[in-house]
């Protein structure tokens, strides 16, 4: 068995685990991280398939762009969480979460021949990003149009569950700021009041 193969073996369990703590997890936040961690081993697979540009594009766009609007509106939102675990239990999973994404991505810049071309039957002046592109703004342009207006409305209907009146916010009223005067807010003590 290659190194490849044990990659793949890796990669794919990790994604299986991954994906099955994200819809058992109760903790918003880490099912957000378990997501970063199911997207950096998609990634990984891409590039074993010779794809860099879409796994630069997964990292980039997903885990840097999609993944932080969504910790934005878990953060919005202002779920209150209960601590159950212990720091120690945290550390111990974020050291071997870090030493598994270690191990991949030392497999893959120092075992993968990236000097192999593929051959095809395309002409060889045709760019990846530019057919992607061409794609996605003509033939696709419907579903990427429809995907930004469900993001656009998910942004809307966070924001208004934010702005429902909770009792624990601090909400100024500005009619009465204006109707405020300096009789009002200011008191004036004299030395024999003290």
């Keep these: 068995m290659d190194i490849l193969t044990i990659l793949f073996y890796l990669v794919t369990s990790v994604i299986i685990i991954s994906s099955m703590s994200l819809v058992i997890v109760s903790n918003t936040v880490h099912a957000a991280l378990l997501l970063v961690l199911i997207f950096f081993n998609s990634a990984i697979l891409w590039l074993t398939l010779k794809a860099e540009f879409l796994a630069i594009v997964l990292v980039l766009v997903y885990v840097g762009a999609v993944l932080v609007l969504f910790l934005f509106v878990i953060m919005l939102l202002d779920i ?5 675990s212990s720091n120690k239990l945290y550390l111990l999973f974020s050291v071997i979460t870090s030493f598994i994404m270690f191990a991949e991505l030392y497999m893959i810049i120092f075992y993968h021949d990236f000097s192999n071309e593929v051959t095809t039957n395309v002409a060889s002046n045709l760019n990846n990003t530019y057919e992607i592109g061409y794609k996605l703004f003509t033939q696709y342009i419907f579903s990427f149009e429809i995907t930004a207006f469900i993001l656009l409305v998910a942004i809307i209907a966070a924001i208004a569950i934010n702005l429902t009146q909770r009792e624990r916010s601090l909400r100024q ?22």
């Design 80 to 84: 209150p969480v209960k601590k159950k």
């Design 173 to 194: 009223d500005p009619g009465k700021q204006i109707l405020e005067n300096k009789d009002s807010r200011l008191k004036v003590i004299k030395g024999d009041e003290l």
